[in-house]
């Protein structure tokens, strides 16, 4: 590929998105993984959750729908983490 780009918004945000759901999904991935192999404790996945879940709260997202519904799908993936076997 030669020259830059001419990119659109649009563009700009689907890919954004894209690499949000995919970053996400690969933490929580090998959070599954670990847990699975008992490397990874109770204690240190809800840490990880917390983590994640911390920027979302912050005021100036929280109002945002899309970053509601980006907690709704991080509650369900994390809750599959850390359901009972």
Do not use: C, W
């Amino acid at each position: 590929m030669t020259g830059t780009p001419d990119y659109t918004a649009t563009n700009l945000i689907e890919a954004h998105e894209a690499a949000t759901v995919s970053a996400i999904n690969g933490i929580v991935s090998l959070a599954n993984i670990l847990r699975k192999r008992r490397l990874l404790s109770d204690a240190e996945a809800s840490a990880m959750y917390q983590s994640m879940s911390l920027p979302l709260g912050l005021p100036r997202h929280a109002d945002n729908p899309a970053v509601q519904d980006l907690q709704l799908n991080l509650d369900g993936l994390f809750a599959e983490v850390v359901a009972p076997n």
